[in-house]
């Protein structure tokens, strides 16, 4: 749907008014609905803006800190991060960590990978994540007696236990 | 340079499980590769060493053997919208600049871009609601190309993206579905605010950023971390059947309530479309959204819901203009999009 003011851009913000009793919409573009000054928020919030405001939200530290916190590897500073919303290189997870912690439990409520590894690759970090969380799954399911899926999860508990001691017992440690 | 490969998708064909109201199914992959920054932090002779590196390895790869890689900032603009409107390439990746590609099967199926957000987006699309069909076919591709390339993992957060929202599996499932009597109903609201309570997003036709058209909608999952590809699949394997049943039911009550207005509102558009002498595509995927609603209710008989299907497709300006083998100015477009319809609807029915 068109704008009803200048009848040339899509239509993004919907208004609906009450007027003596009645229901009345208007659909306006994002431009037309800015010179009208609505007390209104623009939904076109962009992906960017969003990571940064979650990363600094709650956060006291100055942004002159942000500037100085830099990776050695890309060159990027926390603060160019939280203005773009994209890493330079994989080292901005480890040298960011605190952030990128916070920001992993916002976006994802969760801090840690669970899954398979690569191809051809060995991680007894990742099967222990994993294990873990099956372990609480399956007391869930228990409970709830489910037994068909608690059947599938034992199964994959017993297989991860198995590459576990199969990993610890052949490569003297993980990799790092 | 042009590029005939890469057609139009077998996941328009109609086949496949829930057609009548599950267009496709979309899996996509984010990957990066060790020894190179993220994209962002590239400069142009490190892109452009990445982009031959990562091309010569998804062809060694042979992920599919007919597999085809087309360098995109040689591609002119009409070949690249081609790409765009059949789900291959994202509008990221279209609208960029400097070394990139993508490699296609003939299918139009598999889809790998080079040189992305991330160094790779491996995508699947299937016809119809096919997910662990998909999974299984873009993890084997994953694999395959493993066998290649070291790919930038962290026992922490798994697979390393460009962007924090993709870490972890990088795994993105889209299925798109056709939801006109909800929309029709003014349910469509309720739809999105279960959606988003269990994790998931709705997205428009042509993806993130983009605005629903034709009464289409994508359902995708948002988190990608402390999550398994399986988990992900088995949210999105409750949740789509649930809307799938809610957007039937609502087809159903129209049915049985209000017959004569569903039918007056179908057979409107497919006179519309079977006279119309100029029209927008805008239009058009309105008119043709009612029509498929018609085609899929069986109160209309005489069109294949795949004419219809690719009828979305092929009123769009890139698909257009290919089909005319010239660049058309909107107008023209306008007109010989209303030409195209008519042929199309005539062919398959008597008029």
Request: with cysteine; charged share 30%.
């Amino acid at each position: 749907m068109r704008c009803q003011k200048c009848n040339k851009n899509p239509s993004t913000v919907h208004l609906t008014e009450m007027k003596s009793g009645e229901r009345q919409e208007t659909h306006l573009c994002e431009e037309c609905a800015r010179k009208l000054n609505l007390p209104y928020k623009s939904q076109t919030l962009s992906l960017n803006e969003l990571l940064g405001a979650l990363m600094d939200k709650g956060q006291k530290k100055s942004k002159a800190s942000d500037k100085r916190n830099v990776c050695p590897e890309c060159g990027i500073s926390l603060a160019e991060f939280k203005s773009t919303g994209r890493f330079g290189c994989p080292n901005d997870y480890r040298v960011f960590k605190e952030h990128v912690e916070k920001l992993l439990k916002k976006v994802h409520g969760a801090t840690r990978y669970i899954g398979q590894l690569p191809r051809g690759r060995i991680s007894v970090p990742v099967y222990e994540n994993e294990l873990t969380k099956l372990q609480d799954k399956l007391q869930k399911v228990i409970k709830a007696e489910e037994y068909e899926e608690a059947a599938t999860i034992r199964d994959r508990i017993l297989e991860l236990e198995e590459l576990i001691t199969h990993s610890r017992e052949h490569s003297g440690g993980a990799e790092g | 340079m042009k590029f005939e490969s890469c057609n139009t998708g077998v996941w328009l064909s109609g086949e496949g499980r829930e057609t009548d109201i599950v267009l496709s199914t979309r899996l996509r992959l984010a990957r990066n590769v060790e020894r190179f920054l993220f994209k962002g932090k590239l400069n142009e002779e490190d892109e452009s060493r990445l982009e031959t590196f990562l091309s010569a390895k998804v062809l060694e790869a042979e992920v599919d053997k007919a597999m085809q890689y087309v360098k995109l900032d040689d591609l002119d603009e009409l070949d690249r919208l081609l790409l765009l409107e059949n789900h291959l390439i994202s509008l990221e990746h279209f609208n960029a600049k400097g070394p990139r590609g993508v490699a296609c099967d003939p299918a139009g199926s598999i889809s790998i871009m080079v040189n992305e957000e991330d160094h790779l987006r491996i995508q699947v699309i299937v016809s119809g609601l096919g997910l662990t069909e998909g999974w299984d076919k873009i993890h084997g591709l994953d694999d395959l190309l493993a066998g290649h390339l070291t790919y930038s993992f962290n026992e922490s957060y798994g697979y390393l993206t460009s962007c924090p929202t993709n870490v972890g599996t990088g795994l993105r499932i889209s299925v798109m579905l056709h939801l006109p009597a909800l929309v029709l109903s003014k349910h469509i609201e309720k739809v999105f605010n279960a959606v988003s309570q269990v994790n998931l997003a709705v997205r428009g036709f042509f993806g993130e950023g983009s605005q629903a058209v034709g009464d289409f909608y994508q359902i995708s999952n948002q988190i990608t971390l402390g999550v398994t590809p399986d988990d992900l699949i088995g949210s999105m394997a409750k949740i789509v059947p649930k809307i799938i049943d809610y957007e039937r039911e609502v087809r159903k009550a129209l049915i049985t309530d209000s017959r004569k207005v569903l039918e007056d509102k179908v057979w409107r558009a497919i006179g519309m479309l079977r006279n119309a002498r100029s029209i927008t595509s805008e239009e058009t995927m309105t008119y043709l959204s009612s029509v498929r609603l018609g085609v899929t209710m069986e109160v209309v008989d005489d069109i294949p819901l795949e004419t219809v299907n690719q009828l979305f497709l092929d009123i769009q300006p890139g698909h257009l203009q290919k089909i005319e083998g010239r660049a058309l100015f909107p107008e023209e477009r306008d007109i010989i999009r209303a030409n195209l319809i008519r042929s199309r609807l005539q062919e398959n029915g008597r008029s």
